[in-house]
């Protein structure tokens, strides 16, 4: 997405992410994480905010930091550079809260064109996994690079 | 690769924090991993695109 985003650290195997997040209410650390499910090749992402004094992690917190769109165009470059890395994997991803989950979709929409040149791009709905479709709500994604 | 490549291209530029290291094999976002996996075990897989 060429879209501004934040700057990027990660740990030697790429599944950590950390960038932070600048705006009204100061600094705000945010995590990435690559985990793997149960299926082989298939990783859950999470992404929550990071205490700065405790260190603890919140995927629930709402941050209102005026920069969802550089966030969540900085979430979807660790997209990039989690799959260069591991080509065959899946990304599945789901907001916290159902709010969260359209703050999703509304990112992958706006930039589907550039998105799918690049990814299958998968969404839930009804129990069933169908191609991604704009205007419809969904409950998780599924992405993959081509 | 010069500086208008970097800009031009999707994938970005990752530091490699150490600090970062402490978190290989954790499960930071344990409750979405759960939902994930009960997901993908009663939906199961999508069916491959058609183009």
């Given amino acids: 997405m060429k879209l501004p985003k ?4 990660a740990d030697h195997s790429l599944t ?14 945010k995590i990435v994480q690559y985990s793997e499910t149960n299926l082989k090749d298939f990783f859950n992402l999470g992404f929550g905010d990071k205490d700065i004094v405790t260190g603890a992690i919140n995927d629930t917190v709402i941050t209102n930091n005026d920069d969802s769109q550089k966030v969540l165009a900085t979430v979807a470059a660790t997209v990039y550079a989690f799959t260069n890395k591991n080509p065959n994997s899946w990304i599945y991803a789901t907001g916290s809260t159902k709010s969260r989950t359209r703050l ?15 990814f ?27 | 690769m010069n500086i208008k490549d970097l800009n031009k291209s999707k994938l970005p530029i990752v530091k490699i924090d150490n600090n970062l290291d402490k978190y290989i094999g954790k499960v930071l976002f344990k409750k979405k991993l759960e ?4 997901i993908l075990k009663t939906v199961g897989l999508p069916k491959p695109h058609s183009t």
């Fill in chain 2, 35 to 38: 939902q994930a996996n009960k």
């Fill in chain 1, 16 to 29: 950590v992410y950390e960038f932070v997040s600048e705006g009204p209410k100061g600094k705000i650390i």
């Fill in chain 1, 120 to 146: 299958e791009v998968y969404g839930l709905r009804d129990d069933q996994w169908e191609e991604f479709k704009i205007k419809v709500e969904y409950e998780a994604f599924l992405i993959k690079r081509k």
């Fill in chain 1, 104 to 118: 999703y979709r509304m990112g992958i929409t706006n930039n589907l064109i550039e998105i799918m040149q690049d």
């Fill in chain 1, 6 to 9: 934040y700057k990027l650290s």
